[in-house]
């Protein structure tokens, strides 16, 4: 490993439980700072769950989780979106009756720094266009392609140093999907770290610097995405081929 | 399509005719037919019975009208006069149904069962009471049975023409006559309140002896009305403009030291008549105390001097003390203001005349003088304030004790209305047990205040406490949001009513008896008072309850643009994504259940110093129902829309006495009928309107393409 490289975010051992329900299992997840790290894995195997328990809405029930170098486990949702973690929920949720603009302001609640926000205002309208078009209207009104870019803008409006993405290609049109893994690149090119689970594994892998993918609670396969994209296993698996 | 059309008719009618037979059968028919509305024509039970024909054969023509022309595009598919033979239909039918019930009444006795099945209800539907005899004469079928029935129908028959045939008539005329036929139900429906707020001596006698009888409107008050609805209706849309004319008028004529001072004048008059109507008696002095001798040239300068130099003069050791004894000196300044007033506002229309006169005569072609616009909409939006404030301010000594008693209780209910609306209709938790915190306000006021030694103590002046009712109350709302903070929707729905039972049974049990006196509550809650100003009697409490209102209004408003409201906003839509966003939902919900507690337990305050005396069940879960119910007539989350609401459910059934008995049916229909007809509500907060209608735009773009594609379809078929 190169020594340039810095730890972002690092995943010990973490066992995760919805009561008596064991979901993860001796997860460890590594993810380097300015990479895209991407998390794949079948339906139902617990990737949703990995990033509820980094982002702190679930609590590991054994095993560490560390952030910048300190334990981020146990901490609330509100000191680690302080600290600089985001995240875009699966399924968008965007807030429906609120309008483009307010969304957006709701990403920036805990920041008072009004210059800073109008700056990312402005950045996000950059990655997004059609968002500026369309800040006086209810988000619920938008069209499904609009919310999951109305969902990412939100995320960065906290500024996050991670930003964590759970499926941001789900029920997207072919065109839509590379458009939204372009803009993925793009904001990791403007130096935000992050980790996006993805059903889309070709896609994935194909801007991904880091891949870990996940069975039934297990981590089974961690390498480089272009390992993985030549991972026998791998491709056989979730690559589409026989 | 003339079958589905008679199909449509039969239906409606047979509709039209089981409203009807319900109404007689809960007895709204009997009860409301002691009330006149036109004095020896009507009265309201037969309005109420005739109307229902009417809207029967008024719904059956706009039904027609869908079924014929579904998207309202093409006009030559609209329905035709000849259309209005499906209304008669359904009006026939509805005529028919009544004349079954007649029958049923008749032959059998089902009193049993149907207690207001009464003799006096079968004499109501033939018409033997309750109408004019003239009217009966118009179809003189003779007496008796079958002269009744068929007098019914006939009526129902008509009733249901005319219905269809207003809903052909162009929209504007269509408008005017059925407000006219509203406003003099209305005005009917008022006629008590009327009595009491007209009928003293003055010009305003001779106003009510013209519209009014005693009982209800008259034949000629019924009339003037419906000519006058008409006449205001068509001249309606030229009304703001006039207003705007004028304004302009005046700040582009009058130098603004004239404009200054007229208002520094009127404001003077106007502040020294409250000063009046609060401190030193109940009633305001007239415009000028000594109008009618100052026209008889008694006039003014040297009287008022004369009043000024009484006043100044005036015993000052008045054993009444406070501002009693300054009566004489407050009527001469209010004289000297008005005379001052009057002949400012005459000089300036006099200056106005003039320069229009001028205008005219040369031979420029801007007549009318246009100021800025900015200018000109600041004068607007200060003369507009001006003039709604000083109505608020006047209200109760204008109207009467009676109505200022129910705009007292609208009031209560506005206040409450804005604080439920904190916590339903901002943070999205659904309380069903608001009445809780109503009832700690009143009961914390009435303990810390109440003079009655057996409880309580403190003996704490009204504010004196209100700081420690506020903090209560808000702890209240704590302790009831800590356990269900993690309950949402229909569980937080149902234990939050459970609570405001406990709060009830609380209040009731022998174990706080010592503190809150069990079933008798609490007894000698002193009055309010501000200086020399004791807020006794409802015209004196209404200046409190607006004050309270107002703040409320203001603090609720500011929440909603505040970081704060966005929050809730957030967590109504999506708490765990708002939880993402870094809200920290549960330090927010108590807030709300805080915030709308302690703006809940001002109402209690006042409720209970009104009052005087307490009782717990006062405060059961109708208080709770009426805060919900108000907010969703108004439309959940709109300010202005509680307001509304307020006077809907609660100033409404206040003013008709009648009404009580069917207040929990009126408020039934009143829902029901906001689902199906307005489900956001009366004055909807601009988003949720927008969401709804949104839908409905969509439904109606895409009923119209059907439609198209239909019609297409035929074309291309036939
Ligand atoms: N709140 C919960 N309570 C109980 N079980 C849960 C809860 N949330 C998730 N699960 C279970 O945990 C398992 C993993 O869920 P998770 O959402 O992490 O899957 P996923 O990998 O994101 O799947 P998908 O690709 O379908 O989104 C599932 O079996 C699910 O039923
Ligand atoms: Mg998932």
């Known amino acids: 490993m190169q020594a340039d490289v810095r730890q972002m975010l690092k995943l010990c051992h973490v066992d995760t439980h919805y009561g008596p329900i064991q979901i993860l299992r001796d997860v460890n997840i590594d993810i380097n700072m300015g990479e895209i790290t991407c998390l794949l894995g079948g339906n139902a195997s617990g990737k949703s769950t990995t990033l509820r328990t980094i982002m702190g809405m679930v609590k590991p029930t054994s095993g560490t989780i560390e952030f910048d170098g300190e334990r981020i486990d146990g901490l609330s949702i509100q000191q680690l979106v302080k600290r600089g973690i985001s995240m875009v929920p699966e399924n968008r949720r965007i807030f429906g009756r609120m309008t483009v603009r307010e969304n957006l302001e709701m990403g920036s609640f805990l920041r008072s720094d009004r210059s800073g926000i109008r700056e990312d205002m402005d950045r996000v309208f950059g990655l997004f266009p059609r968002l500026k078009e369309r800040v006086g209207q209810l988000g619920g009104t938008m069209s499904g392609g609009e919310q999951q870019m109305l969902a990412m803008a939100r995320a960065l409006m906290s500024r996050p140093s991670l930003l964590l993405m759970d499926e941001p290609s789900m029920g997207l049109s072919p065109l839509f999907v590379q458009q939204t893994f372009d803009i993925i690149q793009e904001i990791s090119r403007q130096g935000t770290t992050i980790f996006v689970v993805e059903q889309n594994a070709n896609m994935a892998l194909s801007i991904a610097d880091r891949g870990y993918v996940l069975q039934t609670g297990e981590i089974v396969l961690d390498d480089t995405a272009a390992n993985l994209r030549e991972n026998k296993m791998m491709r056989q698996a979730y690559l589409g081929e026989t | 399509m003339t079958n589905s059309k008679l199909k449509l008719g039969i239906r409606m009618g047979a509709y039209g005719g089981v409203a009807t037979i319900y109404l007689c059968l809960v007895g709204i028919i009997e009860t409301f037919s002691d009330r006149d509305i036109i004095t020896g024509i009507i009265s309201l039970g037969h309005t109420l019975l005739f109307l229902t024909a009417l809207v029967t054969g008024y719904l059956n023509m706009q039904q027609v009208d869908k079924l014929i022309n579904p998207a309202h595009q093409v006009v030559e598919k609209a329905p035709k006069p000849k259309d209005t033979i499906h209304s008669a239909v359904a009006g026939i039918i509805t005529g028919i149904s009544l004349v079954i019930l007649v029958l049923v009444l008749d032959r059998f006795n089902i009193r049993d069962m149907l207690v207001n099945a009464s003799p006096k209800l079968f004499e109501l539907l033939l018409l033997e009471k309750g109408v004019t005899p003239t009217m009966v004469s118009l179809l003189p079928f003779g007496q008796g049975l079958a002269a009744g029935m068929l007098r019914l129908v006939v009526f129902s028959t008509v009733l249901g023409l005319v219905g269809g045939t207003l809903y052909l008539l162009p929209p504007t005329r269509r408008r005017s006559i059925m407000l006219g036929i509203a406003m003099v139900v209305l005005l009917g ?12 001596p003055g010009w305003s006698e001779g106003f009510y002896k013209l519209i009014y009888t005693g009982r209800g409107l008259s034949s000629q008050g019924a009339v003037i009305t419906l000519v006058a ?9 030229y009304i ?23 208002a520094s004048l009127l404001s003077v008059s106007l502040l020294l008549r409250l000063a009046w109507f609060l401190g030193i008696e109940n009633v305001y002095p007239p415009i000028l105390p000594d109008c009618p001798g100052l026209i008889t040239s008694n006039i003014s300068l040297t009287n008022c001097t004369e009043w000024i130099s009484q006043g100044l003069s005036a015993p000052q050791e008045s054993t009444e003390g406070g501002l009693a004894s300054s009566a004489p000196a407050v009527s001469a300044a209010i004289t000297l203001a008005d005379s001052l007033m009057l002949l400012g506002i005459a000089a300036s229309i006099f200056l106005l005349l003039v320069r229009t006169v001028q205008m005219s005569m040369s031979s420029d072609i801007q007549k009318w003088p246009a100021p800025p616009l900015q200018k000109l909409e600041r004068a607007q939006r200060l003369v507009t304030l001006y003039l709604g404030v000083a109505a608020l301010l006047f209200i109760p000594g204008v109207v009467g004790v009676y109505p200022s008693e129910v705009l007292v209780m609208v009031g209560l209910y506005v206040v ?62 704590l302790l009831v949001g800590a356990p269900v903070l993690r309950m949402r929707g229909d569980y937080l729905a149902i234990v939050t009513l459970g609570f405001g039972e406990i709060a009830r ?21 002193p009055d309010i008072h501000i200086g020399g100003v004791e807020f006794v009697g409802p015209q004196k409490l209404y200046y409190l309850i607006l004050v309270s209102c107002l703040i409320a209004y203001f603090i609720t408003a500011r929440l909603k643009d505040s970081r704060v409201g966005r929050a809730w906003g957030a967590m109504r839509e999506d708490e765990q994504v708002a939880d993402v966003m870094g809200v920290n939902t549960t330090a927010y919900k108590l807030l709300a259940f805080a915030m709308g507690a302690l703006i809940a337990s001002v109402s209690g305050a006042i409720f209970a110093a009104k009052l005087g005396t307490i009782y ?9 129902i009426t805060a919900l119910g108000l907010l969703i007539v108004g439309g959940i989350g709109s300010l202005p829309g509680v307001v509304v609401g307020a006077f809907a459910l609660v100033g409404l059934p206040e003013l008709l006495r009648e009404f009580s008995e069917y207040r929990m049916l009126f408020y039934g229909a009143a829902m029901v009928i906001m689902m199906l007809v307005r489900p956001q509500g009366l004055l909807p907060s601009a988003r949720r309107g927008h969401k709804l209608q949104g839908n409905e735009r969509d439904q109606d773009d895409w009923m119209r393409i059907a439609a198209e594609s239909e019609a297409a379809g035929s074309e291309s078929s036939g």
């Open chain 2, 189 to 200: 429906l008022l006629s008590d309140l009327m009595r009491i707020a007209l009928n003293k």
């Open chain 2, 229 to 237: 609805t008409a006449a205001i209706t068509s001249a309606w849309r």
């Open chain 2, 240 to 262: 703001p403009d006039s207003y705007t004319r004028v304004i302009s008028v005046i700040t582009a004529w009058l130098p603004t030291w004239i404009r200054i001072t007229l």
């Open chain 2, 416 to 477: 409450m209305g804005l604080g439920l609306n904190i916590v339903v209709g901002m943070a999205g938790l659904l309380d069903l047990g608001y009445v809780a915190f109503f009832a700690v306000g009143a009961y914390s006021m009435a303990v810390l205040t109440t003079v009655d030694a057996s409880v309580g103590g403190a003996q704490l002046s009204f504010w004196g406490a209100l700081p420690l009712v506020v903090v209560i109350t808000g702890i209240a709302g």
């Open chain 2, 505 to 525: 049974f609380l209040a009731l049990s022998d174990w706080f008896k010592p503190a809150l006196g069990g079933a008798q509550g609490i007894i000698k809650i």
């Open chain 2, 616 to 624: 717990p069940h006062s405060f059961n879960v109708q208080v709770s």
